[in-house]
């Protein structure tokens, strides 16, 4: 027996004059997207993210295939929308969600994420980063030129290396783990990153476990804390009544094993 619990916010910031991020709750999906682009394109590309992830089947839990698919298809109609109106030009998206899914016959959750919003896990009074940014920043910490803490505040940290609305297609990561024991998952767009570090983000979930306020929370501290970009954020709770229960160190939760490479 699952229960899921969410809540969500979003703040167009203290600079922005648009808020280009857009966002999905729905029963077991959970999606957060980061548009770009001139004036209006880029709430333009987010929304289309979101509203071909809406369209993926409910009831059953879908395939993992079935939300690349919806991710892919996603990436197409950007595409499309570009080519029916010049001024659309260049629009892009970031993406990244959570789902329910059906995987080897049991109920799993399905990690994805295309460009630099993140989706996290707290559990145990560990915060966990899932996904991997696709951004200049993110190559250069892996390459070791630059360390994390260099990269928070570097200049081009901006600058995604994978996005939707691109041709060819990019590459979809994918991490697929089983339901287990009691998580919660932070999914957020760089807005809440940029201006609250991870231990302060820690820090939140741990202080209020209720979703809507922990949502609240974070995106009054990322706008507290300077507000430079739109701030979307998306908490979710699960607690499993037959799922073994993470240690104090959330060490007996499973550990995301990726299924799609870079
Ligand atoms: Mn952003």
Same mark, same amino acid.
């Given at each position: ?9 979003? #703040?167009? +910031? ?15 999906l ?28 409910? @009831?059953?839990?879908p395939a993992q295939?079935?939300v690349i698919?919806?991710? =892919? ?14 001024? %659309? ?8 969600g959570l789902a329910r899914v059906?995987f080897?016959?049991?109920?799993h959750w399905l990690v994805f994420?295309?460009?630099? *919003?993140?989706? !996290?896990? !707290? ?16 190559? %250069?910490?892996?390459? +070791? ?29 994918a991490w697929v783990f089983?339901?287990?024991? *009691? ?7 760089? @807005?809440?990153?940029? =201006? ?8 939140? %979930? ?10 609240? *929370? ?8 300077? @507000? *430079? ?10 607690? #499993?009544?037959? +799922?073994?229960? #993470? ?12 299924s799609? @490479?870079?």
């Amino acid at each position: 027996m699952l229960t899921i619990a969410s809540g969500q916010a979003t #703040s167009i +910031g203290r600079v922005r004059t648009v808020n280009q991020d857009s966002l999905l709750v729905r029963s077991g999906l959970f999606v957060v997207a980061d548009g770009m682009g001139g004036h209006v394109a880029g709430e333009v590309a987010s929304r289309i993210a979101v509203e071909s992830l809406e369209r993926v089947q409910q @009831g059953m839990n879908p395939a993992q295939s079935d939300v690349i698919a919806a991710v =892919e298809q996603a990436n197409a109609d950007i595409l499309r929308a570009t080519v029916a109106d010049p001024e %659309l030009a260049g629009m892009g998206t970031t993406v990244t969600g959570l789902a329910r899914v059906a995987f080897a016959g049991s109920d799993h959750w399905l990690v994805f994420n295309v460009g630099d *919003s993140r989706v !996290y896990r !707290y559990a145990g009074g560990h915060i966990e980063r899932l996904t991997i940014d696709h951004s200049e920043v993110e190559e %250069l910490v892996a390459a +070791g030129e630059i360390t994390r803490e260099e990269a928070a505040h570097h200049p081009q940290s901006n600058i995604v290396t994978r996005s939707l609305g691109s041709e060819p297609a990019p590459q979809v990561d994918a991490w697929v783990f089983p339901v287990e024991g *009691s998580d919660t998952f932070l999914l957020c767009s760089d @807005g809440l990153t940029r =201006e609250v570090d991870e231990p302060s983000i820690a820090a939140i %979930l741990e202080a209020d476990p209720e979703p809507q306020r922990a949502a609240d *929370s974070l995106v009054r501290a990322a706008v507290e804390a300077g @507000g *430079s970009d739109n701030v979307t954020v998306i908490v979710v709770t699960v607690q #499993s009544a037959d +799922g073994v229960p #993470s240690g104090p160190n959330g060490d007996t939760a499973p550990r995301p094993t990726r299924s799609v @490479g870079r």
